[in-house]
């Protein structure tokens, strides 16, 4: 089975940064797609960033250009995601999730995980 676990969550001051990990079992790595979403409360989740197995590249919503990082570490299976100058409006739940296919796309997520907190303080 599938599992994605996050990690690197908690509370942190306006301004600071997080890396937030991401532990895939249960499949080849670099057979899915994987990246991150967030969930505000009293928000929809929205897409943050996804990796490309295909063609190693990254993909940014626009509204997270610039400040948000995803990297993948193949050898040990895991995904991060790295948050800087964070901000009040970044408080969220942020959950790891991979794509049945090795090339993001616009089509939601197959696979999730638990989810992390983060919350920002300001």
């Known amino acids: 089975d599938v599992q994605l676990v996050e990690s690197g969550g908690g509370l942190v001051q306006a301004g600071g940064s997080l890396r937030l990990s991401c532990a895939a079992s249960g499949y080849l790595f670099d057979s899915y797609a994987i990246g991150w979403s967030r969930q505000a409360p009293g928000k929809e989740r929205e897409k943050v960033s996804c990796f490309s197995w295909s063609d190693h590249t990254t993909h940014y919503a626009d509204s997270m250009k610039g400040r948000f990082t995803i990297s993948t570490d193949f050898a040990k299976n895991t995904a991060y995601l790295q948050i800087d100058n964070l901000k009040p409006e970044d408080t969220a739940v942020y959950y790891c999730?991979?794509?049945?296919?090795?090339?993001?796309?616009?089509?939601?997520?197959?696979?999730w995980g638990q989810g992390t907190q983060v919350t920002v303080s300001s």
């Open positions: 999730a991979a794509l049945r296919s090795n090339y993001c796309s616009d089509r939601e997520y197959d696979f």
